[in-house]
């Protein structure tokens, strides 16, 4: 038995879980460990190849904290639904017959069968398909077969477990933990920047395909994380795409000389980072983009609507070339939402998910389609390989250090609040989540699953006044 392992841990306490509103905080006190591998400057190899540090990650950074779980424009109408995750758990995202978002815990609550198997429908309830429970969209509890072979059915906690979700601006982010800071406090500086990606559309907000593409490396989760912000790395990971651009006469925005570029990253707290890049093209995103299938086509038909069309909504077309990165999950590049979702210490899926701007000409969104695609065929395998390189890399346990000093002092600048202003070149956004993973990963973290309340379950009322009457009947009897 795994003594690091949340699932195992003999440390925690485990009769208070049986309890509807428990709150248990899993797993072993870490502080001494996390201080030896996260240093000012340097990282310890097992952060990205620790199977038992992976397992409590899945505990405390996918679950104590708050997470991008998804979007409401993914379900738009009550009974709308798609299936994300949260860690290892499996989780259903809903709108109520009220017009709510939940975020319902995809197992059932008698013996744990998953109720829905599909990545999105619409549904009127959710049916267990091993036995027959069915749940409202809110999660009560509806009805099960041979309810009265159960006593006192409407005291147990049967109504679906949830998490708390919170939504800013269409953004829907989750957490388990008993007690989480405010939403606003946990984004901070990272709102504004999160704002501004929003309001750049026309209509003031985004809608975002439900169906994501999904790829998968062999290297851990917080190898898209390093990667977000690295500003060294596109000059020569993806050199063959920059040679593309050359040939187009096009000069990409990868392959800009990252020593002389005036373009600037931002720590933002709690693990929050941003890398503008529009200091470096003052002819805007547009002028970067090379030659693409249909382009031609739909800028010819774009100008055949008539009237000046001004240069916002060219730039529209293509990323706004601010990386926003929000920790621990949601990464914002380009026209689309990245959600990295760990599967192990060294796998892990993404999921890139389109953004489309509403109230726009029909070519704007259609060419947000095809420069998507183009960084996606040309691009993303570069920084696979690069991943799965270092994850390789790092199963040489000799070399136990990773060296992510670039910057700090020798050109950062620090603010009073301890965030970093730094140029491209700069790996501050690296050791600042760095930071963050550590403080949250030192200590257990009180977690609770919430459930709707058992009064207000029409089903379960039911079940009180038929156990009442009866009772009520019994007494009578007896006199």
């Not at 008539?306 to 949601?330: A, K, Q, S």
């Not at 039911?462 to 009866?470: G, I």
Request: glycine fraction near 8%.
């Amino acid at each position: 038995m795994n003594k690091n392992d949340p699932e195992t841990n003999l440390e925690r306490d485990i009769s208070d879980s049986l309890r509807p509103d428990a709150v248990v905080a899993r797993g072993p006190d870490l502080t001494d460990e996390v201080e030896h591998l996260i240093r000012k400057d340097v990282v310890h190899r097992r952060v990205y190849t620790d199977p038992d540090l992976f397992n409590i990650e899945m505990d405390r950074i996918f679950g104590a904290t708050w997470c991008f779980i998804g979007h409401e424009s993914e379900v738009p109408e009550p009974g709308d639904f798609v299936r994300k995750r949260l860690g290892k758990r499996q989780i259903i995202l809903v709108r109520t017959r009220k017009g709510e978002i939940r975020g319902l815990l995809n197992r059932c609550s008698h013996r744990g069968t998953t109720l829905v198997g599909e990545e999105e429908g619409c549904a009127k309830r959710f049916t267990c398909p091993y036995h027959g429970w069915a749940f409202d969209l809110d999660g009560h509890l509806q009805s099960l077969p041979v309810a009265d072979s159960y006593s006192k059915l409407y005291e147990r906690p049967f109504d679906l477990g949830q998490i708390k979700v919170v939504s800013h601006r269409g953004f829907v982010f989750g957490t388990l933990a008993a007690e989480p800071m405010p939403l606003d406090e946990w984004l901070g500086p990272a709102k504004l920047w999160l704002d501004e990606h929003i309001d750049r559309h026309p209509s003031g907000s985004i809608r975002v395909l439900k169906a994501p593409i999904k790829q998968s490396y062999k290297a851990n989760w917080k190898m898209a994380w390093d990667n977000a912000a690295d500003g060294i790395h596109a000059t020569f990971a993806h050199r063959s795409y920059n040679l593309l651009g050359k040939e187009a006469e096009t000069d990409t925005i990868l392959s800009r000389n990252p020593a002389v570029s005036p373009m600037v990253g931002y720590t933002l707290g709690h693990g929050h980072c941003v890398v503008d890049q529009r200091p470096g093209i003052p002819d805007g995103p547009w002028s970067t983009m090379r030659p693409l299938p249909t382009r031609e086509d739909l800028e010819a038909s774009l100008k055949e609507r008539g009237g000046d069309i001004p240069r916002e909504t060219w730039d529209l077309m293509t990323g706004n070339m601010v990386n926003l990165n929000i920790f621990p999950n949601l990464i914002f590049v380009g026209n689309q939402i990245v959600v990295p979702e760990p599967i192990s210490a060294g796998e892990t899926l993404m999921n890139y998910y389109l953004v489309m701007a509403d109230d726009t000409p029909e070519e704007v969104n259609l060419m947000r389609m095809r420069v998507d695609e183009d960084f996606m065929s040309f691009g993303i395998p570069d920084d696979f390989e690069m991943f799965e390189r270092v994850q390789e890399g790092l199963q040489t346990i000799e070399e136990e250090w990773v060296d992510v000093s670039r910057g700090d002092d020798a050109g950062d600048v620090v603010d009073e609040y301890g965030l970093a202003t730094g140029d491209l070149a700069s790996e501050a956004p690296i050791r600042h989540y760095m930071q963050e993973w550590k403080r949250i990963m030192a200590k257990p973290i009180p977690t609770t699953i919430r459930r709707a309340r058992i009064e207000d379950s029409k089903f379960m009322k039911a079940q009180k006044l038929k156990a009442e009457s009866a009772a009520a009947a019994v007494a009578e009897d007896v006199k």
